[in-house]
């Protein structure tokens, strides 16, 4: 998954307890996207970033908040951890001539007890 | 009805068999196609672009658009047990500059030896 990487790669927590996973790149795209894959759903898009400090909301963001400090690093947190929360969380990255593709980290995949 | 439904298999299938994966839509704005491909635990990876309706090929793979009919369509031909993954069809309404991709659900595709 060149240029970008995503961690923890696994993590396993309590309920109520807060998680950030960070994502990094190497690449400088502008833009930057949080997803979470579950059987049955697919992956949805959490929040994705359209530059620095410029975040927005995407269809599964209840729960969630992210950060955009830099242009390389893009955080998203959980503020208290549920159950219905546990997944693997893919980072991913767009830009340039190719805005429409993206392309993904390896994942992080999380489990609350 | 969903946007994008996508048949979730397995779809198993002998070494060297043609194989027909499809997804079909409901958003007659979407006008860029794409076809990814996730190995087990791995992040997806983009294996074919498309923007208007028609063929497009890259070696083996064959990707396929009928906008009149909402239809999308993935050929792999002669196929390997390397070719062993879930297959995700992702679609874009416009090119904003960044990308709220719509996912199918993914079909797990088993190509034994």
């Known amino acids: 998954d060149a240029g970008i990487t995503q961690s923890p790669r696994h993590k396993v927590t309590e309920t109520g307890t807060p998680v950030t996973l960070r994502c990094h790149q190497t690449e400088n795209h502008r833009y930057m996207y949080w997803y979470r894959q579950d059987p049955g759903h697919g992956l949805r898009l959490i929040h994705y970033?359209?530059?620095?400090?410029?975040?927005d909301k995407g269809e599964v963001s209840d729960g969630y908040s992210v950060s955009r400090s830099k242009t390389e690093d893009f955080l998203l947190t959980l503020e208290s951890a549920t159950s219905s929360q546990t997944s693997v969380y893919f980072c991913?990255?767009?830009?340039?001539?190719?805005?429409?593709?993206?392309?993904f980290g390896a994942g992080s995949r999380l489990t609350v007890l | 009805q969903k946007e994008v439904e996508q048949d979730p298999g397995p779809l198993s299938v002998p070494e060297g068999a043609i194989v027909s994966l499809n997804c079909t839509y409901s958003n007659s704005a979407f006008q860029y196609f794409m076809w990814y491909r996730q190995y087990s635990r791995k992040g997806p990876e983009l294996l074919m672009y498309t923007y208007s309706s028609g063929n497009k090929e890259d070696g083996r793979f064959t990707a396929q658009v009928d906008k009149s009919s909402k239809y999308i369509s993935l050929f792999i031909r002669d196929s390997q047990p390397s070719d062993s993954a879930t297959y995700l069809c992702?679609?874009?309404?416009?090119?904003?500059?960044?990308?709220?991709?719509?996912f199918g659900k993914g079909t797990m595709l088993l190509v034994s030896p």
């Open positions: 992702a679609m874009a309404s416009m090119n904003s500059g960044y990308s709220t991709l719509t």
């Open positions: 970033s359209y530059g620095v400090k410029d975040t």
């Open positions: 991913a990255i767009s830009g340039g001539a190719g805005a429409n593709v993206l392309t």
